[in-house]
C-alpha cells in the first residue's frame, strides 16, 4: 500500500484523472454548445429544401417521382417518395404532430403539403413498420413525412441537424472547448498536486518568522511526511539547544554577577579616586556587556508574548513621542496607518534600539514610514558619518562596532538585537550610506491579511 501512497503514484492518479475528466468535459460542453449553437429546421434551410423539392415531385409524373426524390437526396437529408399505402397514415398515437404545435418551423413545408408528420432523436416509429429499419440505423435522426396534396408521402431523413456555423468555425469552436476544458481540469489538478508542499511551504514561513515550537501536521505523499517528519526532528533538537544555551548563559551570569559585586565593593576602598572611578567604569560595562548578551539570546527564543494585530504608525509614534519628551533631537513622519502582525513589545525594544543607535552615533534620527500593497516600511536616518561601505553589513553582527562611533558607549549588541527581532516577524532590515551624509535603517515589514 506504500507505493499507492507515494509522490509517483499520487502524479499519475491525478494526471489521469484530469485526462478523463478533460475528456468528459469536454463532450458534455460540446453537447451543450451544440444544442444552443444548432438553429431550428427551419433556420437550417432544410425544410426549405424540403418545400422546393415537394412541388418538384407534386409536379412529376408518377413513375419518375421515385427517381427524382433520391436524386434530390443530399449528404445531409435523404429523400423518398412513398405511395400512400406504404405509410399506412400514421395516427396522433404514433408520432408528435409538430406542424401544430410548431408551425413556424414547418412554415415553407406547411404551404405545398396536405400534413406533416415529425419523428424528434429517438421518437419510437412502431407503427409504421417502413420507417423502423431507418429508426434502427439511425436513432438520432429526424424523421419528416410529408403528404402530398395526392395522397402519396415524401419520406425526410435528416441525419443531423446543421449547426449555425460553417465547418471551419465548428472545428474552431470545439478545439476551444477541448482546450477550456484541459485548462480548467489541469489548474484543478495542479492545485491538488500542489497542496501539500505548500501547507508545508506555509508552515515552514511561519516557523521561520514566528519560531513557533508546534511541529507541522505531516500531509501529502510519503515523501513529504518523511520530509515533514525530519524536519520536525531538526526543529525539536534546534528548540532544545537554543534552550540549553540560554539557560547556561543564565547560569553563567549568575556566577559572573558575584564576583562582579565583590569588585565592585572592594573598589570603594581604594584610596586613589580616579582608580576607583576606573575600576567602577570597567566592572559597569561588564555587567552591561552581560545583560545585553542575555538579552539577545532571549529574543532569538522568547515565546511568551503573544503576536497580535497593530498599527506600526502608532507604535512607532509612541516611541518617538518619548525620546521627543527627553529632549532627544528625533522627528517622526507618518504616512498613514500600517497594520502589522507583532509582537508589541519585542518590537518596541526593535525600533528603540535602532533609534537610539542614530542619536548615539549620529547626532539625531529621522523616522518615517510608509507601506506599499504588501509590506510596511520603517526608515530610520541620522547625520553622522556613516560607516565605511565594507562593514555595511557588518554592523548587524554582534559586538561590531564602528571606529568612526568615536568611543560612544555600547556592547554593539543593539542591531543585532533589532535584527533578530525583525527577522522573527518575518521582516528583512538593511543599511546604506545616505549620500548626503549618514546612515540609512531600512525595515519592511508584511502588512497583517485581511481576515474573512
Not at 548587524?396 to 522573527?424: E, Y
Request: proline share 6%; hydrophobic share 45%.
Amino acid at each position: 500500500m506504500r507505493a499507492l501512497d507515494t509522490l509517483t503514484a499520487r502524479l499519475f492518479a491525478v494526471t489521469t484523472t484530469a485526462v478523463l475528466a478533460a475528456a468528459v468535459l469536454y463532450c458534455g460542453l460540446s453537447k451543450i454548445a451544440g444544442a444552443w449553437a444548432q438553429p431550428s429546421l427551419d433556420q437550417s434551410g432544410l425544410m426549405a429544401t424540403a418545400a422546393a423539392v415537394a412541388r418538384i415531385i407534386e409536379a412529376s409524373p408518377a413513375p419518375l417521382r421515385a427517381q427524382l426524390a433520391g436524386a434530390a437526396s443530399t449528404p445531409q437529408i435523404r429523400i423518398a417518395w412513398l405511395p400512400s399505402v406504404a405509410v399506412a397514415a400514421p395516427g396522433r398515437s404514433a408520432a408528435r404532430d409538430r406542424a401544430e404545435r410548431h408551425p413556424d418551423e414547418f412554415s415553407d413545408l406547411a404551404a405545398a403539403t396536405r400534413r406533416i408528420v415529425c419523428f424528434g432523436p429517438r421518437e419510437s416509429v412502431a407503427r409504421i413498420p417502413s420507417l423502423q429499419g431507418d429508426r434502427r440505423r439511425a436513432p438520432d435522426a429526424y424523421l419528416v413525412l410529408a403528404q402530398l396534396p395526392d395522397g402519396s408521402w415524401l419520406y425526410f431523413l435528416v441525419h443531423h441537424r446543421m449547426w449555425g456555423v460553417g465547418s471551419a468555425w465548428m472545428t474552431l469552436l470545439q478545439m476551444l472547448l477541448l482546450g477550456l476544458s484541459a485548462i480548467v481540469v489541469a489548474a484543478i489538478a495542479a492545485r491538488q498536486l500542489s497542496r501539500p508542499a505548500k501547507a508545508l511551504a506555509d508552515e515552514l514561513k511561519s516557523y521561520g518568522a514566528h519560531a513557533g515550537s508546534r511541529p507541522i501536521p505531516q500531509r501529502g505523499p510519503a515523501e513529504l511526511r518523511e520530509i515533514i517528519a525530519e524536519f520536525n526532528s531538526m526543529k525539536a533538537r534546534i528548540h532544545g539547544f537554543i534552550v540549553q544555551r540560554t539557560l547556561m548563559l543564565a547560569s553563567i551570569s549568575h556566577d559572573l554577577r558575584t564576583p562582579l559585586t565583590r569588585l565592585r565593593l572592594r573598589s570603594e576602598i581604594l584610596p586613589d579616586p580616579s582608580i576607583r572611578e576606573r575600576f567602577r567604569a570597567d566592572i559597569q560595562e561588564m555587567a552591561q556587556l552581560i545583560d545585553a548578551t542575555l538579552t539577545l539570546f532571549q529574543d532569538e527564543h522568547v515565546e511568551d508574548e503573544p503576536f497580535t494585530t497593530l498599527d506600526l504608525c502608532a507604535l512607532v509614534g509612541v516611541i518617538v513621542d518619548d525620546h521627543a519628551d527627553r529632549g532627544d533631537p528625533v522627528t517622526f513622519a507618518p504616512s498613514g496607518s500600517a497594520t502589522c502582525r507583532g509582537k508589541p513589545v519585542a518590537l518596541k525594544r526593535a525600533i528603540t534600539n535602532l533609534i537610539q543607535n542614530a542619536l548615539k552615533y549620529g547626532g539625531g534620527a529621522e523616522v518615517r514610514v510608509s507601506h506599499n500593497g504588501a509590506c510596511a516600511t520603517l526608515e530610520v536616518q541620522d547625520h553622522g558619518p556613516g560607516v565605511p561601505d565594507h562593514m555595511v553589513e557588518d554592523i548587524f553582527l554582534p559586538f561590531t562596532r564602528v571606529q568612526a562611533s568615536g568611543g560612544a558607549p555600547g556592547t554593539g549588541l543593539g542591531l543585532t538585537s533589532a535584527r533578530t527581532i525583525i527577522h522573527s516577524h518575518g521582516g528583512t532590515i538593511r543599511a546604506r550610506n545616505r549620500p548626503s551624509g549618514g546612515l540609512s535603517l531600512v525595515v519592511n515589514l508584511p502588512l497583517a491579511r485581511e481576515r474573512v
